[in-house]
Each structure stands twice: as structure tokens, then as C-alpha cells.
């Protein structure tokens, strides 16, 4: 693998990877990073007080730099990475998902050959037991801030310039997950514009690991009102220079919660986020399907809500509706 070749003329590309607990895949990780075909890369890991034998394998592993703190979570140590890199571009990669072959050297020509406030972002796979499925990513041009906050585009599918990661102040701590959601809505409130390329970067991979963020519960009230808290302080944080109609779209994502803690008996506390959504915007009803929207005039939130409960355990399905 050609590195970090400073005199090779291409921009130095920083790959930074928190690792918890993950000897089982942190090789195939750093694999996929060693056989890309661009030739100015380093490698930067930072070990979130791993347990399991994540170090021993690391330190076997030549031409990386290795960073370890206290078990802080993948924020905490996402920023120490990004303090420690000297790349003009940043790839966030998780210790336990892996890039796509010759990815790093397709997103940086794309780069640049675009404008200074242009972020370029792909698609991803999902790896699940020896199956790929494609995510497509891609985000509307024209409304681009209201949308992320409706999506998602996950941690390493962009290829982000060092410098905006440090105007936003990277990534907020206070997140424990949906951290990439957070820093990806800030950036595009500062009015830096997402450009989508149509390829796979990574492979976001499934498993039952109970290190994986993504093994939680989703319908206990704890949880509903920390996705809540989590809107809450994106919100807080906007600037000015948002696109689309934000206010619509918050308003659906604390509807969302409403909805959520409705259905698990939470009655006082979805008063509070059916009042907040509502409160946002006189368009609150913006991003609803025509179906729901329907119901609810005819119907009112309990009853279009009590409906379509019904309406999706017939159907095996959930949320057809909005």
C-alpha cells in the first residue's frame, strides 16, 4: 500500500476510526483503507477504552496512529482523531464497517473539481450475514437542511473538509448515537452544500454485537425522550443559513415522538411534543402523507393514530401512513 506519501501531490486524507471492542473486525477495517489505490492517506484510531483484544491487534498493524482514552463513546473519540489529523479531507470510518475498493481516490477527484463549500457524499451497503443491500442517499439540492433532517446519511458516506468540521466544532458530545445526523444537519445549516455521488463508499455492517449502537430499545420511554433530547439540541444549534423549511421539518420529527409515546401509554408527555410540533410551524402537516392527513382531519390525532395501529398489524407493517 502506497501511504502518506506527502511529496506524491495529492491532498493528505485523514481516516479516523473510534474503536470499542471490536477484534473481530477492526483487521477487515483497516484492510479496506490499506488497499485503496490513493496514495496520501493516514490512518488514525482512536481506542475507546476497548476490553476485548482491539489493541493487540492494532499495535501489530504498521503505519497507523493510535490514540487511546477512557470508554467515552464514539463522539469524544471521533473528535480526538479529528484533533490529531493533519488531512485536508476527513473520513470518518466505525472499526466495524469497511470501504468500498477505490473509493477514497474517486471522492477526492470529485472534490476537487468542485467549489470550497461542497461536501461530496455516497451510498453505502448493508452488510448482513453474507448479504448486501444498496442504500441510496441522496438529498434534494434545493432544500437540502430540511431534508437531512428528515434522512439520514450515515457516518462515512462523506468525505468531509477539515476545516468546516472545525468551524461546527465537530461532532457534539452530548450525542451517544445519531451523531452523524446532528453534525451533518449543523453543517448544512452553515450553508454548506452536499453534492451526491452516485456510489457505494462503505459497508455499514449489521450485527448482534452488544457494542453495536444500533442494538437498542426503541419503545421504552427512556429512549423515545432522548430521541427527543437529541432533536431538541440539533434545533438549539442551527445557524442561518438553513435551506428548505426547517420548521416543517422539525415539526414532523417531534410529531414523530408524539406518536411514539402516545402509543406506549405515555399520555403526558406526548401532549408536550404534539404541542411542540405544532407550535413550529402553521404547516406542520407539510411532510405528512396525503392518507394521514386525511384521517386526521376527519379523525383527530387518538383516533387516526388508534386506526392505523389496527390498520398495521393487519398488514404486518408500521407507519404506512406518514
Not at 493528505?12 to 473486525?25: A, F, H, W
Not at 402523507?289 to 398489524?313: A, E, P
Request: net charge positive.
Amino acid at each position: 500500500m502506497k501511504r502518506n506519501k506527502q511529496n506524491s501531490g495529492l491532498p493528505l486524507v485523514s481516516v479516523i476510526i473510534p474503536c470499542y471492542n471490536s477484534e473481530s473486525y477492526i483487521s477487515e477495517c483497516i484492510d479496506s483503507i490499506l488497499n485503496q489505490d490513493y496514495q496520501n492517506i493516514e490512518i488514525i484510531v482512536v481506542d475507546d477504552g476497548s476490553t476485548d483484544n482491539s489493541i493487540n491487534i492494532l499495535k501489530k498493524i504498521k503505519d497507523i496512529d493510535i490514540y487511546s482514552q477512557e470508554n467515552s463513546g464514539a463522539c469524544v473519540a471521533r473528535n480526538k482523531g479529528l484533533k490529531n489529523s493533519r488531512g485536508k479531507y476527513i473520513k470518518f470510518l466505525d472499526s466495524d464497517d469497511f470501504l468500498e475498493p477505490g473509493v477514497i481516490k474517486k471522492q477526492v477527484d470529485l472534490a476537487e473539481s468542485l467549489k470550497n463549500n461542497v461536501i461530496v457524499y455516497g451510498d453505502y451497503y448493508i452488510s448482513k450475514e453474507n448479504c448486501k443491500f444498496y442504500g441510496d442517499t441522496f438529498l434534494s439540492y434545493s432544500e437540502q437542511t430540511a431534508s437531512i433532517i428528515l434522512s439520514d446519511i450515515l457516518t462515512s458516506t462523506p468525505l468531509h473538509q477539515k476545516w468546516m468540521l472545525e468551524k461546527v466544532e465537530g461532532f457534539d458530545e452530548r450525542f451517544k448515537n445519531g451523531q452523524e445526523w446532528n453534525l451533518h444537519v449543523r453543517l448544512s445549516s452553515e450553508g454548506f452544500i452536499f453534492h451526491h455521488q452516485k456510489i457505494p463508499i462503505f459497508n455499514y455492517r449489521i450485527h448482534n454485537s452488544i457494542d453495536r449502537i444500533s442494538i437498542v430499545k426503541y419503545n421504552d420511554k427512556k429512549t423515545i425522550l432522548h430521541e427527543a433530547l437529541k432533536i431538541e439540541m440539533t434545533e438549539e444549534r442551527l445557524s442561518d443559513n438553513s435551506t428548505g423549511d426547517v420548521g416543517a421539518a422539525l415539526s414532523f420529527k417531534y410529531w414523530i415522538i408524539a406518536k411514539k409515546l402516545y402509543r406506549n401509554g405515555y399520555s403526558k408527555e406526548y401532549k408536550i411534543y404534539l404541542k411542540k410540533s405544532k407550535a413550529l410551524t402553521k404547516d406542520f402537516k407539510k411532510y405528512w402523507s396525503l392518507k394521514y392527513s386525511i384521517l386526521y382531519r376527519v379523525l383527530g390525532f387518538r383516533l387516526s393514530d388508534r386506526l392505523i395501529r389496527v390498520y398495521d398489524l393487519s398488514r404486518k407493517s408500521e407507519n404506512k401512513f406518514i
